[in-house]
């Protein structure tokens, strides 16, 4: 079996989102590498945990992700985001909240990637009993611009005002927890966690699939 897939994949053309050896969407030793390893990369305003730096291998497969269409990575990278989760030790039940993609990246990116890979992360956890659902508790205000570049400061003033609440979203009783793909300087994570606050909403953490090396992450 593995022969004929490998013998398929040269025939199609399709390179590993990886390394750029020849496989459908990740070679076996990419595979391997994306083990999650979850770590606390911030302890403000909430404590954030991702599954791995945004380096190398997983670098390469979340700018594949991101920018260049591979949404069959879906899956592996929903599953990166639900290691992060359990990381939180959150109670009997959770409710994941993504952060919001900007109508510009919607369209670049082709949907919601940060709201499918939520889905698929609670799906994960509830094949490990953890009860999960995705609740889009959070909207876009205004259009932000570009964030890459920014430095912390200039990506809080950013931010600022950018998110809001969703009208007639119920968060219920169960542990809160912020989700999206990459951690950087933490602005983000900390608009969102700073307007379900102001709705009386407690967020037990954020959950991110990847962060920037230390000591930017370290910093977040």
Do not use: F, Y
């Not at 750029?20 to 979850?38: K, M, T």
């Not at 509830?126 to 400061?153: S, T, W």
């Not at 999206?180 to 307007?195: H, I, N, Q, S, Y």
Request: charged content about 20%; overall charge positive; glycine content about 10%.
């Amino acid at each position: 079996m593995d022969s004929w897939l490998a013998a398929a994949d040269l025939a199609l053309g399709a390179a590993c989102a990886g390394c750029g050896r020849v496989a459908l969407d990740l070679c076996p030793r990419c595979r391997a590498a994306l083990r999650p390893h979850p770590r606390l990369v911030a302890r403000a305003p909430v404590p954030v945990v991702a599954s791995g730096e945004h380096d190398g291998v997983l670098r390469e497969v979340v700018l594949a992700w991101k920018r260049r269409g591979h949404t069959r990575l879906t899956p592996v990278l929903g599953t990166l985001l639900a290691a992060s989760v359990c990381a939180l030790d959150p109670g009997e039940c959770v409710v994941l909240v993504p952060v919001p993609t900007t109508r510009r990246s919607r369209r670049r990116r082709g949907g919601d990637l940060v709201g499918q890979a939520a889905g698929h992360a609670a799906k994960v956890l509830a094949d490990v009993g953890l009860p999960a659902m995705v609740v889009p508790a959070l909207a876009i205000e205004r259009q932000p611009r570009d964030q890459v570049g920014l430095g912390a400061r200039e990506r809080r003033a950013n931010l600022d005002g950018a998110l809001r609440r969703s009208p007639r979203v119920v968060l219920g009783t169960a542990d809160v927890v912020l989700v999206d793909d990459v951690v950087t300087t933490g602005a983000t994570l900390a608009e969102a966690v700073r307007v379900l606050a102001a709705g009386g909403t407690s967020v037990l953490g954020a959950a991110v699939v990847a962060a920037r090396p230390a000591p930017t992450a370290a910093r977040s």
